[in-house]
């Protein structure tokens, strides 16, 4: 599962062997498998699962839950139990191991070899396999040529395990279609809404309603702790002064290290896009394409694209003026990109139809292929050479600004004698930390610990190097007091009533309406209905709303559900009025799809049901349970 190399994954040649393989290790003849010897975490039928194993699993499946979760916390790792996931992984890899190797499945050496002969990473110039650069490769993610190929044996004996489970799941096509039409299912439905504003104006709350909800509720206007500190930082990018770095010597490093600057054609474009799905009807797809026609004739300009952007976009893009920044080919989906790389700088394109709708392109910068001038490069070269020099000085700064600590000097003091910048954070609950470092949790208890006007004694550990820290505000958490939250809990008690007019109005209409489902005519005027939804709950009109969809597609008939819906903005009626089925043509589009998707869905199962029998069957020790915790 390669973690060191997920965790270290900077490098071209890294990215290169992620581009190739999932679970594939390399066998070359380098090293032996038995160099290592170190303490287990636990014991699988005797087997150990050493605390480097351990290690690698933990820091790999960290990194990659921050990729996806950028905010969470050490607080939030605890409740889901995070340590105990990463252990029970590396136990269920080991029970695959162990069962493949009982029903005689391995990988050989031959098939190893020939798998590396595919990983560019490890070629030369030549495009031979190199056993020097496979060498620094490794050593550069942390690993050794035995650990590398030891874990790709073992995984991919239990991928080739995980083959023949998969042949084992038998899937027939009546199944995969009923799946397909379940989840391709649209509905359509009549919705009267009863508007929150309208309701509003009649509620009045005074403020003793307000006082007694504020005692009712204390809880809910706790402040947290709260600190902020000063801190010089150690690191090559903050003592880097790239203004020192002379013309000549950057040119020597640009001429040197050509290569490393070579870019791809890439362009910075904007764009506007009117929503329709990719198998919407062919008048849905003409309403978009007529909408699209039509934002078109709003832009008088180049200049106006951003501005119309924020208005007409339905992309995510939209609050940003459409700015998809540079990208470079192969980034979009086809349609797009082949529309942007054809269009020059300035000029607004014709409507482009993608998976996702209509859009209209604006390319504002393009940068063809190949090495740029120095010019274009000199800030970055720049940089670069000043952090190389500055690297040199980070321990002998820290040295010296540590003793003059212990001396008792304050940090304003030391950051003018060794002539560093003093930067300070927003105030930071302990739960999240200053947004400009990522503090590792006992750095921030530490933090916390300190007294206003204290500083750290000892370096704390940030991206590149180390800060020193002192803390220049303390906050205890506190109940905030209720001249300060008397307009929050009135304006939400004033939403809260109207809300519960709006509501009772729409049930007074379904109570009209009766067993005959005939509205007041009032009401049929202000009736309109959805676009097609499917069960997965996204309305257009109402957003997400998967109580509703559930509700619609489970009605017997077209009556009137029997129970009003509420969001933010009020509340509504509602009732089905079409079930879309999919069609013949979409099944074909989508009928491979929807078969590999039960045949694996049938192979997580098995392989769930296999793994639950070797657990009941294994001896599983973990002989310091506390290292859980």
Known sequence: ???????????????????????????????????????????????????????????????????????????????????????????????????????????????????IAGIKAFRNDQGRFDADIYRRVLAAQGMTPAEFEEAYRKNLTAQTLLGHLAATAVVGEAEARGMFVFAREKARAEIVTFPLDVHLSRVTVDEEQAKAFYAANEARFEAPAMARIDYLEFTPAALARPNEVEVAEARDYFQANM????????????????????????????????????????????????????????????????????????????????????????????????????????VEEKKEAGIPAFAEVRDEIARKVAEEKAAGRVADLLDEALARLSAGEKLAAIAQALDLPVRSTAPFPRTSGPEELALAEDDLAGLFALQQGQATTSPISVEGGYILAERTMARDAAIRPFAEVKELILAELRQKAALELAENAAKAALEAAGTSGALPEALKARARTTEPFTRQGFIPGLGMNEFLAQAVFSAKDASWLPIPFTTQGGAFIARRTALLQPTDAEWERERNFFLSTLRQRKTDQIMGAMLKELRAQAKIEIPDPRMLE
Not at 264 to 281: N, W
Not at 297 to 302: A, L, T
Not at 315 to 321: K, L, N
């Open 259 to 362: 290569k490393d600057f070579a870019q791809e054609e890439s362009i910075r474009a904007r764009h506007i896009l009117a929503k329709v799905a990719a198998d919407a009807s062919p008048q849905e797809v003409e309403r978009a394409r007529k909408k699209i026609e039509d934002i078109r004739g709003r832009i008088k300009s180049p200049k106006d694209f951003a501005n119309i952007a924020v208005k007409f976009s339905e992309g995510p893009s939209a609050p940003g003026g459409g700015d998809l920044g540079w990208f470079g080919r192969g980034t979009m989906v086809p349609a797009f990109e082949d529309a942007a790389f054809a269009l020059a700088p300035g000029v607004v394109s014709e409507p482009v139809r993608s998976d996702f709708g209509w859009h209209l392109i604006l």
């Open 1 to 115: 599962m390669l973690d060191a190399i997920r965790k270290n994954a900077q490098g071209w040649a890294v990215k290169v062997i992620f581009g190739l393989i999932i679970v594939v290790f390399v066998f070359w003849g380098v090293g032996s498998i038995n160099d290592q010897k170190t303490s287990a975490v636990a014991y699988v039928n005797e087997q150990p699962i050493t605390f480097t194993q351990y290690k690698r699993q933990y820091e790999g499946e960290l990194e990659r839950i921050k990729e996806q979760f950028k905010d969470i916390t050490s607080e939030q790792l605890k409740q889901i139990d995070f340590k105990r996931q990463v252990l029970e992984q590396l136990v269920d890899q080991t029970l695959l191991e162990q069962k493949a190797g009982e029903t005689g499945i391995t990988a050989s050496n031959e098939e190893i070899r020939r798998t």
